[in-house]
C-alpha cells in the first residue's frame, strides 16, 4: 500500500489534472487524503483540480458548438439524456450548470447540451469558473479534513477486499436505474 502512496505522490498532479478534464472526483478526493498524509500540497492540488475541470467544460461546450456534426453522431445514443439536460435548464435554470459538477452522469452532458444550443457564452463561462471553484474547495478541503476517517476506510476496505465491489456495485446501480428511469420515454 505503500507503494501506491508513493507513485501517487510522484505522479498525483498529472494524474489529476488529466483526470479532472472530465470530472475528477475521486482523483480530488485522493488528493485530499494524499495532502492530509503530508505527500502533496493541498492548495496545488485544489488549484489544479479547479483550472482541469473547467477546461474540460470549456472544451466540451467547443466542441458542441464548433462541431455539431461530429456530436451528434457521437450521442445518437444519448438523446434522451440530452433531452433531461434541457428539461432540467428549464426546470433549474442557469443554477444546473453548478449543480452538475456534483451529480455524476450530468457533468459532461451539461456543456456539451449547452454548446448545442445559443446559451450566452459569458454567462455559461461565469457559472462553469463559479461551479469549478465550489466543487474543488468541496471536496478538497472535506476530503483533507476527513483523512483521517478516509484513510482508516481504506485500511478496512484492504483488510476485506469483497466490501469495495459491493459498495461500487450499489452505487453504480443505483445512478443507473436513476439516469434509466428519468430517461425512460413516457406512455401518454
Do not use: C
Not at 89 to 103: A, L, Q, Y
Not at 151 to 174: C, E, H
Amino acid at each position: 500500500m505503500e507503494d501506491i502512496f508513493g507513485n501517487l505522490a510522484t505522479y498525483g498532479y498529472v494524474g489529476l489534472f488529466l483526470y479532472s478534464l472530465g470530472g475528477g472526483f475521486f482523483a480530488l478526493l485522493g488528493a485530499g487524503v494524499l495532502s492530509y498524509m503530508g505527500k502533496m500540497d493541498l492548495t496545488t492540488s485544489i488549484a489544479i483540480a479547479f483550472f482541469a475541470n473547467a477546461l474540460g467544460d470549456f472544451l466540451l461546450y467547443y466542441m458542441a458548438k464548433y462541431q455539431k456534426s461530429v456530436m451528434m453522431e457521437g450521442l445518437r445514443a444519448h438523446r434522451r439524456k440530452l433531452a433531461l439536460v434541457h428539461v432540467l435548464m428549464k426546470k433549474r435554470g442557469s443554477w444546473i450548470i453548478i449543480i452538475k459538477k456534483f451529480i455524476y452522469g450530468l457533468k459532461s452532458l451539461v456543456p456539451i447540451a449547452i454548446g448545442l444550443t445559443k446559451y450566452d457564452f459569458k454567462k455559461f463561462a461565469i457559472l462553469n469558473v463559479l461551479g469549478a471553484g465550489i466543487w474543488a474547495l468541496f471536496f478538497g478541503l472535506g476530503s483533507y479534513y476527513s483523512g483521517a476517517f478516509l484513510v482508516r476506510m481504506a485500511g478496512l476496505v484492504s483488510d476485506k477486499p469483497w466490501v469495495a465491489p459491493i459498495v461500487l456495485v450499489v452505487v453504480g446501480g443505483s445512478l443507473w436505474l436513476y439516469m434509466t428511469k428519468a430517461t425512460k420515454k413516457k406512455k401518454r
